[in-house]
Antibody
């Protein structure tokens, strides 16, 4: 199992951004992909999950309306996107393979997003 | 939903044992045996060290153990080693969020 994320990004407030997470080594469509935010020096926050087979998406309350999860199962890739970035979105973002009630055993390497004017 | 509650920091000397607590509610920690613990070294992705309250993934030292009582789970590390110095996070399945998972706030373990 491998999850490979896109590279670090530096953006200005108000810009849009889409980062990616490509899965391999398992049946990508059969497991949820979760996204985790980690603000520098702070803890892990579970943002939401998406099921590649049918794009069913569930957001954690704090992130509902703030980000959009999407997926392209034909290329085994999940996405996390922002329409208008804020400085407070500066963080490391991890994707992870997930299933209800199961531990998060597989993580991407992380994508650092820096938002600064 | 609120994060699970962990102490901000714990410390211990090499060879000693430490315990990190993770307090939740009956909607998460207390209601399901789906508590996991993760170790995170600086600049690295988290690594699973305990799942399903007390099971260890292959390759994780048996110095790591987990337990649960009521709404509180615990991670114990025995025979502390320098490399155990890291941040530790608990997580639990939860019915209070559509995304079904919640993390603790994290605990910084310092090996003196």
């Amino acid at each position: 199992v491998q999850l490979v994320q896109s590279g670090a990004e530096v953006k200005k407030p108000g810009e849009s951004l889409k980062i990616s997470c490509k899965g391999s080594g398992y049946s990508f469509s059969s497991f949820w992909i979760g996204w985790v935010r980690q603000v520098p020096g702070k803890g892990l926050e579970w943002m939401g999950i998406i099921y590649p087979a049918d794009s069913d998406t569930r957001y954690s309350p704090s992130f509902q309306g703030q980000v959009t999860l999407s997926v392209d199962k034909s290329i085994s890739t999940a996405y996390l996107q922002w329409s208008s970035l804020r400085a407070s979105d500066t963080a490391m973002y991890y994707c992870a393979k997930y299933n209800y009630g199961e531990p998060v055993a597989y993580w991407g390497q992380g994508t650092l997003v820096t938002v600064s004017s | 939903q609120s994060a699970l509650t962990q102490p901000a920091s714990v410390s211990g000397s090499p060879g000693q044992s430490i315990t990190i607590s993770c307090a939740g509610t009956s909607s998460d920690v207390g209601g399901y045996n789906y508590v996991s613990w993760y170790q995170q070294h600086p600049g690295k992705a988290p690594k699973l060290v305990i799942y399903d309250v007390s099971d260890r993934p292959s390759g994780v030292s048996n110095r790591f153990s987990g337990s649960k009582s009521g709404n509180t789970a615990s991670l114990t590390i025995s025979g502390l080693q320098a490399d155990d110095e890291a941040d530790y996070y608990c997580s639990s399945y939860t019915i209070t969020s559509a995304s079904t998972l919640v993390f603790g706030g994290g605990t910084k373990l310092t090996v003196l």
